[in-house]
């Protein structure tokens, strides 16, 4: 949007009663975020008495379709940083203990032991690891009954165990 002509509260006062029927669309973040901090920093929120704050936080939920809390929030990240910067979050989670290969091969161990409870199968791979030796059961011969039920119940398991 271009809004580089509102440069004193009066003009956004104007503003505001001249769109009181437009609906505005919201906009990317990033680019809503920089319009906020753009417009804080052009009429001077610091400097602004208490009222013509409420004015500016008013335009810019009007012309952002944020809510007044998120405003709120904005401006006071603006007020203590000097930038309102959005912040990512990481999707990275845990990395997974199990594979793909680990589930199928608790499912074949099940379907050939005959579907026993989960203490006998934790024992059988404990057994086949440390006793025969066999590497591939490495990893499941430290699962918690729990987890092992849990793995069960995986679309890779069932996929394995379809009847």
């Not at 944020?66 to 203590?80: A, D, F, G, H, M």
């Not at 026993?116 to 059961?137: M, V």
Request: charged share 30%.
């Amino acid at each position: 949007m271009n809004d580089t002509q509102i440069k004193t509260i009066e003009q956004v006062r104007e503003f505001l009663t001249g769109t009181s029927s437009v609906k505005f669309s919201p906009c990317s973040k990033e680019g809503c975020y920089k319009w906020i901090e753009g417009i804080l920093i052009r009429l001077g929120y610091r400097s602004r008495g208490k009222a013509e704050k409420g004015l500016l936080l008013d335009l810019i939920e009007k012309v952002s379709g944020y809510s007044r809390i998120q405003i709120k929030r904005l401006v006071k990240k603006y007020l203590k940083t000097g930038r309102i910067k959005r912040r990512q979050r990481t999707l990275k989670g845990f990395s997974r203990k199990y594979t793909e290969e680990d589930i199928r091969l608790l499912a074949q161990t099940d379907e050939m032991h005959g579907n026993l409870s989960g203490p006998a199968i934790k024992k059988i791979c404990e057994r086949a690891w440390k006793i025969f030796g066999k590497t591939k059961y490495e990893r499941l011969a430290g699962i918690s009954v729990s987890h092992l039920y849990n793995l069960r119940r995986s679309a890779t398991y069932r996929n394995v165990r379809a009847y």
